[in-house]
C-alpha cells in the first residue's frame, strides 16, 4: 500500500465517522428551518427554501421551551458546581493531607459508588426523597444530582492533585499560607482543567438525565428539558418543524460548550494520568 494511501486512510475514515454522526443533526437542523410537514416529507434532507426562524420564536414562547429551559440550565449548574467544590475538598484532604489509612479507606468508600448502577438506586431515593417531603420541588434533583456525581468527580481530582509538586505547598506555608489558603489559591487554579472537565461531565448528565426528573417532579412549572420535551412532543405531533425545533434547542447549548472547553475536557481526562 502506498505512503500516500496509507497516511490518508485514518483521515479518510474518521471523515466518514464525523459525517455519520453529524448527518442526523443536520436532518434535525434542516427540518426545524422549515416552514411545514410537506417540505419536510417531499425533501427530508434538502436545504430549506426559505428559513422559517418564526419556529424558533413559537416554540420558545407559546411552547414552555424557556421555562424548561431555565429550569434544566439552573438546575444543571447549580448541581454541577456544587459538586465540583465538594469533590475538590475531598480531594485536597485525600490526596495532599497524608492521612495513609483513614484515607485509603475513604477514598475506596468513595469509589465504590461507582460501582453501583444510578438505575439500582432508584427506589431508595424515591423513598428518601418521599419521606425527607421534597417530592416536586428541586430539591428532588438537586440533591440526587449533586451525591450522585461524587465518586468520578472525586477520582478524577484526587488523580490530578496528586501530580502537583508537595513543593509548592511547603513554600506557601513558608510564606504564611494556612491550609484553607493554599487550597484556594495554590490547589485550585493548578485544577482548573481537572475541574473544568468535571464540571462539564457533569453538567450533561444533569442536563440529559431524564428517570429521576420524571418520577420525582410532576408539576408542569418545575419540568425540566428531557421530561417537558415529551409533552412538547404529544402537544405538536403534527407540527414536525418545531418538534425539531425543540430538539435544536436542546441540544445546541451543549454543544457550543463542548465545542469552545474540548481542548481543556481532553486535557483533565489526560494529565493526571500523563503527570503520574
Do not use: C
Not at 58 to 85: G, M
Not at 112 to 140: C, E, R, S
Amino acid at each position: 500500500m502506498p505512503k500516500v494511501i496509507k497516511k490518508a486512510l485514518p483521515h479518510l475514515l474518521l471523515l466518514i465517522y464525523v459525517f455519520i454522526i453529524l448527518f442526523p443533526f443536520v436532518f434535525v437542523l434542516f427540518s426545524s428551518l422549515k416552514e411545514s410537514n410537506d417540505q419536510i416529507v417531499t425533501a427530508p434532507f434538502g436545504f430549506p427554501v426559505q428559513m422559517a426562524f418564526d419556529n424558533y420564536v413559537d416554540a420558545w414562547t407559546q411552547a414552555k421551551i424557556s421555562k424548561y429551559f431555565f429550569n434544566s440550565a439552573y438546575l444543571s449548574v447549580s448541581a454541577a458546581v456544587s459538586a465540583i467544590l465538594i469533590a475538590a475538598a475531598t480531594a485536597y484532604a485525600l490526596s495532599r493531607m497524608r492521612f495513609d489509612k483513614s484515607s485509603k479507606a475513604i477514598y475506596q468508600f468513595i469509589l465504590i459508588g461507582m460501582l453501583i448502577p444510578g438505575n439500582v438506586l432508584f427506589i431508595a431515593q424515591y423513598i428518601l426523597i418521599q419521606k425527607l417531603g421534597l417530592l416536586d420541588t428541586h430539591w428532588a434533583l438537586y440533591l440526587p444530582y449533586t451525591a450522585g456525581a461524587l465518586p468520578f468527580s472525586v477520582l478524577l481530582i484526587v488523580a490530578f492533585m496528586k501530580a502537583i509538586p508537595s513543593e509548592l505547598e511547603e513554600a506557601a506555608i513558608v510564606d504564611g499560607l494556612g491550609v484553607i489558603r493554599s487550597f484556594i489559591r495554590i490547589i485550585l487554579p493548578l485544577t482548573m482543567p481537572a475541574l473544568v472537565t468535571v464540571f462539564i461531565i457533569n453538567l450533561l448528565g444533569n442536563w440529559n438525565e431524564y428517570l429521576l426528573a420524571n418520577f420525582f417532579i410532576s408539576k408542569d412549572a418545575l419540568k425540566t428539558l428531557p421530561t417537558g420535551m415529551v409533552g412538547f412532543r404529544d402537544a405538536f405531533q403534527t407540527s414536525y418543524p418545531l418538534v425539531f425545533t425543540g430538539v435544536v434547542i436542546s441540544v445546541l447549548p451543549i454543544l457550543v460548550i463542548y465545542a469552545f472547553l474540548q481542548r481543556t475536557i481532553i486535557e483533565g481526562l489526560t494529565a493526571g494520568s500523563v503527570k503520574g
